[in-house]
């Protein structure tokens, strides 16, 4: 069983920045796919901020292309997501997300999230 720990939420005003950090208590490596979802205030269903996939390019949100970015730390075993330009409507629950195998030894971990509230 992989745990996933997030931090590095917080307040910061409109226009600030911050990271995220999510620390994996196993080999990151075995996880071809690892991602930040986020949670807002009110709603059900949580919104993708940005997967990061094997190989291939990040892939991002709408609504923070351009402002986020997302990466890995293989040797601390880190998922990481800095935040740039933030905007009140970026307010949410910040959660961390990784899967391993397929098909049937397929494998989705989650973190506890971390809260991050941008003033205005």
């Known amino acids: 069983q992989v745990q996933l720990v997030e931090s590095g939420g917080g307040l910061v005003q409109a226009g600030g920045s911050l990271r995220l950090s999510c620390a994996a208590s196993?080999?990151?490596?075995?996880?071809?796919?690892m991602g930040w979802y986020r949670q807002a205030p009110g709603k059900e269903q949580r919104e993708m901020v940005a997967?990061?996939?094997?190989?291939?390019?990040?892939i991002y949100g709408d609504s923070v292309k351009g402002r986020f970015t997302i990466s890995r730390d293989s040797g601390k075993n880190t998922l990481y997501l800095q935040m740039n330009d933030l905007k009140t409507e970026d307010t949410a629950v910040y959660l961390c997300?990784?899967?391993?195998?397929?098909?049937?030894?397929?494998?989705?971990?989650w973190g506890q999230g971390t809260q991050v509230t941008v003033s205005s």
């Open positions: 997300s990784g899967q391993s195998g397929a098909g049937s030894n397929a494998h989705e971990y």
């Open positions: 997967l990061s996939h094997g190989g291939i390019s990040p």
């Open positions: 196993q080999n990151i490596g075995r996880m071809h796919t």
